[in-house]
């Protein structure tokens, strides 16, 4: 016997618009968290770049990361040898696709 039943689309809207809002959320948590570890702990102001990473939820689908920190895009720009030529975002967006995709294939 074969069983076939449809969903209505608003069902199925509400459970996508979850999905995306928890894929937002959980994805903008690792972020935040990576940038913090990629951030050079030593810095000139000594751990100020790090400690200054902010993280605000502007809604369901809107993450807002920064640092306001002065020199923050000093750092970013490699002025820092901690930095070792990558900067900050490069390597901790790697990071966090590359812990994510290894989650989601266990």
Not at 72 to 85: A, D, P, V
């Amino acid at each position: 016997m074969l069983n076939v039943t449809f969903t209505s689309p608003s069902s199925i809207t509400k459970g996508l618009k979850r999905y995306v809002q928890q894929e937002v959320k959980e994805f903008s948590n690792e972020l935040f968290n990576q940038l913090k570890t990629v951030t050079p702990k030593a810095d000139v102001k000594g751990g100020r770049a790090r400690a200054g990473w902010l993280q605000k939820q502007n809604g369901p689908y809107n993450v807002n990361l920064s640092n306001r920190v002065p020199y923050i895009e000093r750092l970013e720009n490699n002025y820092s040898k901690q930095t070792r030529g990558r900067g900050i975002m490069k390597p901790a967006i790697a990071n966090t696709v590359a812990r994510r995709q290894r989650r989601n294939t266990r």
